[in-house]
């Protein structure tokens, strides 16, 4: 990456306005730090600094760039500049730029665009938000079984050019049936007079345009592929989809989950990007939809305020037994949630995975108890000490089996697991373990 | 993927010893899919159905396993078997097999490979474990700078039946010196006559072996690209990083950030192959851990017994600042944790977030405050509202600054911020939390 001080240097040349020097500079920086650069300088300079750019070069950095920061510069250019712009966007790419601005701007953007781009665009529209479909490009090369390896290179050469990958060539019977795929690679390394028929391994798996995309990165993950193939209901092939941008997709889900998993929803893009505003809005709403659950707790110790009024050494224990129990909670929720996420479990392993996490939870339970006993004592009598050591053992086995099933049920009820959150977990932990700490601790110490 | 149907035929196959049958029905499934029969299989039948595998397949489908399964496989076949799948494997799913047997399986290993595999392998495994050194190949195509591109064809379909991609060529001076990338697919589009000289674009970054692994992903990530070079300090070309194994290295670094946050140490494969004793010692340490930061929860509240008792009310209010307290720290922390693991924020970036989280703090501060004394004035008067109230605010804010700050001081100190994973920010803000609100409900109350 460049080093730092070129990218000051850089933006003290803007600064100053000297255009051409800028220009001279950043003339071989790769298109992501000149989209970089542009992120760093106040909108004025940039839409300037943007417009100095080479064209096939500006429509490259172009795509690197945030959405928001895409959505500015495109109020700054000229129609004309915004047409030359769009055009030149790869499907997915444009796709994916016009999912994020309002349906108005949508409509003056697709009015720029020529026929046959239009019509592109608006067949991956068509398709579901975080579908598959929204991801795939049309423009691969694809050649037909029966042809030699010298007229497939013949028909690569003359349709690659526009195509957004060649890397890998896919094959299709005569009404454009998906076949199977092959490697540029293995079509280089063939001999002329070999059938494309004859490099066919035939056992790639494709998408449905309809499947989530998390299914895309499944698939790629899976399979070592560099891209997919996406085909309908009568195994037509619409499109393809690639590696670089199903990368782009898993990093996005993964930041989704770990959002989710602290209760925030999930922020529209980068943390960089946010407005103070989002932060908060995508915050509040679980902070207070958990004070209610956080309520049911203090309802509980109100319910037992005579109980802790009689031995008030109970209150000492009480940091101890939530703190672990939502501490165990989280844990096992988390484990369940990132390998349902990851394919690692799927919903019918739901018998081997609490299986497990019940003699996990009971080992946990008996260490944890043993260790807490030994507080009891110093605080209390053998009394506290058992009620302490078996809430302590009864909290650990509840909260480690709730974090474990609740996944599952979430999957089974179609929703996302992820929003077992360590935050949702922790706060349901308390309700349960006061209730488990009181039961037990009254038995024992008055009954 | 192959239908459940078909994987239990296959397995009720295995079962009845049909060992022809089964050969014919997974014949043309995809590698991964074999290898996911062989995981349902008892050890027994494991053994025999891999070796019935044609022996190309064999080595892909042996890379699909899971290490633990790699490794009881190895202890069934010969010694001339074993020599045949090793040589097979790709130098860098091999390094990744190796890491993971005990010493002396390795060194046996070694022994059986042909001198020049074992050199590769060996100068594979030199580099420190995580680092980029790990995951490279040595089996790339370079050519000359000066060559045509007819020249460079005829060298790529030469030494390109050994290389592990070709979708990438690189580009060498005459010590090796590393040039720039150019695409298989650039090549094949372009005249025969053309030097390729006139291909570079000149603007590919290249890693260090010392790296570490997770900048290959950012890298990949950032730049879109489908291999990245690795170049010593003298700008020699060592090898090449392949995206589909960065994919997996990006998935597993993620899935150890997820069970860092929720307080387990990482797991050293998948959750389905964890055993029950790996699944509690990753987790019993921290929960150990963590009732010491409990405990001194409960040295709080044995400080403050007095004030407790003389306004039990105070205890009611408990589980709601705590809980709020941690479930603020958690999604502060997860935030930033997650934007500095994907370069969305960078160490120098602390002074922006802290600033934002600031705002984004006191907004929640006052916002929950406000809701908070309403139950203030429920259950007591407006002495109460005002000291729950005011409490609320100050752990709030308190709890997301921590949570901002905590992780960048982890990175300064070279640390890994998952390290503030959810659990200890919401032990440690029950302490402070516990702090604020006895202090400020003793000079309102008392005061």
Known sequence: MQHEAAMEHAEALVQDEKWYEVRQ?????????????????????????????????????????????????????????????????????????LEDLPGEAVQKL???????DLWKTRQLLGYPEESVGRLMTPDYVAVRRHWTVSEALKHI???????ETISTIYVVENRWQFVDAVSLESIVLAQLDTHIEDLLARDLVALSPLADREEAVRT?????????????????????????????????????????????????????????????AKRFPWLLALIGVNLLSSTVIA?????????????F????????????????????????????LELSDWMRAIGKEVM????LAVCMGLATSLLGFWRGDWHLALAVALSMAGIVI???LMGTVLPFVLVRMKLDPAVASSPLITSVSDVTGLIIYFLIARAILLG
């Open 25 to 97: 500079l950043i003339s071989e920086w790769p298109e992501p730090e000149i989209a970089d650069l542009l992120f760093d300088l106040p909108p004025a300079h940039r839409a300037i600094l943007f417009r100095l750019l080479p064209h096939d070069k500006a429509t490259d950095v172009f795509s690197f760039l945030e959405p928001e920061l895409q959505n500015h510069l495109l109020t700054d250019l000229t129609e004309e500049e915004t047409r030359r712009l769009i055009t030149n966007l790869a499907p997915d790419d444009r796709t994916h730029l």
């Open 110 to 116: 697709l009015n720029l665009l020529p026929p046959e």
């Open 157 to 163: 050469r003359a349709k690659g050019q526009k195509a």
């Open 220 to 280: 790629i993950t899976r399979y070592d592929v560099f891209s997919i193939p996406v085909v309908d209901s009568r195994n037509v092939l619409l499109g393809v989809v690639t590696a670089d941008d199903v990368f782009d997709v898993a990093e996005e889900e993964a930041t989704e989950d770990f959002q989710k998993g602290a209760a925030v929803n999930p922020l529209k893009s980068s943390y960089r990007e946010a407005s103070l505003w989002e932060l908060f």
């Open 303 to 315: 319910v037992y305020e005579d109980l802790l009024q009689t031995a008030i050494a109970l209150t």
């Open 317 to 344: 224990f009480m940091p101890l037994l939530l703190g672990t129990g939502g501490n165990t909670g989280s844990q096992a929720a988390t484990l369940v949630v990132r390998a349902l996420s990851t394919g690692d």
């Open 360 to 363: 996990v939870g009971l080992v």
């Open 398 to 400: 509840w909260t480690n």
